[in-house]
């Protein structure tokens, strides 16, 4: 019997130690791992995406590793990630980040966590901004994200882009979209995502 318990806790602690080693964490939340990831990839994701900005990091709760097998499937092979949100009473409750676990883009990770702050603070559904989307989206902008996404998506990848550019202060951005990067600065500043 001593035997078996000493067998069963020495499996379940090598258990635990090795499924400790394989985990990470991204924006501050630890990466549930559903499918198997190279050390490279790993390493990119941890060392070479984007920074996340502390104050965006909060409305991060799950964040997945999927085959990339299962995002070619339901969008294409240059899917490197996506966001599903999840509403109660028109409100965000709860957000999950997927990311493949072989198609790794050093902006991924960052673009899907602005999806997440836009699924609470839902931004893209103000009319104003949609009136602002309509108005400053330039041609080669317009035409990448009608190739990528689906129409009822352009507003939100519109905000999102725009947020990226805002993020990482892109000056050539704020000279084509101006009252769009004074629209969210307004919106970071209000939520506390920058000074």
Known sequence: ???????????????????????????????????SIQEEIKNKYIHQSIPVPIMLQKYVTQIHLIDQKVLNENYSIHTSGYTESYYQDGICVSSIIYLSNENFHQETLLH????????????????????LAEKEMDL?????????YEKESY??????????S???????YQKNHPLTVKYIIKRFKEDQIIA
């Open 1 to 35: 019997m001593r035997r078996f318990l000493f067998l069963f806790f020495l499996i379940l602690i090598l258990t635990y130690h090795f499924s400790q080693e394989e985990s990470f964490f991204l924006a501050g939340v630890k990466v549930t791992l559903n499918a």
């Open 166 to 172: 805002v993020l990482l202060d892109s000056k050539e």
């Open 140 to 148: 080669s902008l317009h035409e990448r994200i009608v190739k990528h």
């Open 155 to 164: 507003i939100s990848e519109y905000f999102v882009e725009s947020a990226f």
């Open 112 to 131: 899907e966590v602005l999806h997440v702050y836009d699924s609470y603070q839902q931004i893209s559904k103000e009319k104003a901004f949609a009136q």
